[in-house]
């Protein structure tokens, strides 16, 4: 998999917080702009996400490459409505000539070597079908039915900061599927590079430095004693479940 941050709001960091002044003084943006100090700028950001007042993070996108990815994942990731993507189409590769059908298999199945090949051998059949059925005059967008969901693909997708909050709580947490799991870290660890307030307390709920929780509510998660270890110390209560006992 190859993750690259294409590009984003200039500064974003500094915009989301200017937005935020806005609802809160009367004063001309530029004005506002030119009185905000980093304190100020980390103050606004915390206070928003304390608050849940979200709005103002729409105004920070960030454009996303990913490659080496399979269809298992992309089918995942558009399931995520606040965005926007661009993924290479089926209809318009030349599978006919491609050596081998590039494809993404599971690393787990490093470890059952006869079971990889059983799913190699499958994939493979799939591209011999494929072109016995283009070679027999169906149209490629419809042989095309024939390819797994581990065929790679490629996108470009933007989302915004407050989407992204939403994607890194859900696709970050343990038990998220291996491989959006993995493109949505690095995609976090992306984001933070430019954006390092704004995305200071994203990733996954239980992961968070203040008010922790467990978006699955699960006790056999692995996360699980150690977050009720360390919201039992706060003695808070915790929204999605865990309530302390007294
Ligand atoms: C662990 C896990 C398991 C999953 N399993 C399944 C599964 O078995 N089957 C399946 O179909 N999907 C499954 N999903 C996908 C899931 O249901 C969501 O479609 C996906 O995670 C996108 O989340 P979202 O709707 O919050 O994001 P977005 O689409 O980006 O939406 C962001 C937020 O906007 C609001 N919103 C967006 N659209 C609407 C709307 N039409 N009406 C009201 N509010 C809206 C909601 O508050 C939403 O949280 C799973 C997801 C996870 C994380």
Not at 26 to 31: H, L
Not at 96 to 119: C, N, V, W
Request: hydrophobic residues 35%.
């Amino acid at each position: 998999m190859t993750l690259l941050l294409l590009r984003h709001t200039p500064d974003p960091d500094r915009l989301v917080a200017l937005a935020a002044r806005r609802c809160y003084s009367s004063r001309a943006a530029d004005d506002i702009e030119e009185h905000l100090t980093q304190e100020e700028i980390e103050r606004l950001l915390g206070f928003l996400r304390q608050r849940n007042h979200l709005s103002p993070f729409e105004h920070a996108d960030f454009t996303f490459s990913a490659d080496g990815i399979s269809r298992a994942l992309s089918h995942q990731l558009v399931r995520h409505r606040i965005a926007s993507y661009s993924q290479e189409s089926q209809r318009y590769v030349n599978y006919m000539k491609t050596p081998a059908l590039p494809y993404i298999r599971p690393p787990s199945l490093a470890s059952h070597p006869e079971a990889q090949k059983i799913f190699d051998d499958a994939v493979h059949h799939t591209l011999e079908a494929y072109r016995a059925m283009v070679n027999a005059g169906v149209a490629p967008e419809d042989a095309r039915y024939i390819f797994p969901n581990a065929i790679e693909t490629k996108l470009v997708f933007t989302l915004n900061a407050r989407s992204l909050f939403n994607f890194f709580e859900q696709r970050c947490c343990i038990k998220a599927q291996w491989e959006i799991r993995q493109l949505a870290f690095d995609m976090l660890k992306a984001v933070r590079q430019v954006a390092p307030l704004i995305f200071k307390n994203a990733g996954a709920p239980c992961q968070f430095a203040e008010k922790p929780y467990c978006r699955e509510n699960d006790e056999k998660c692995p996360q699980y004693k150690s977050l009720q270890k360390r919201t039992n110390k706060n003695d808070q209560q915790i929204p999605g479940g865990i309530e302390k006992k007294s």
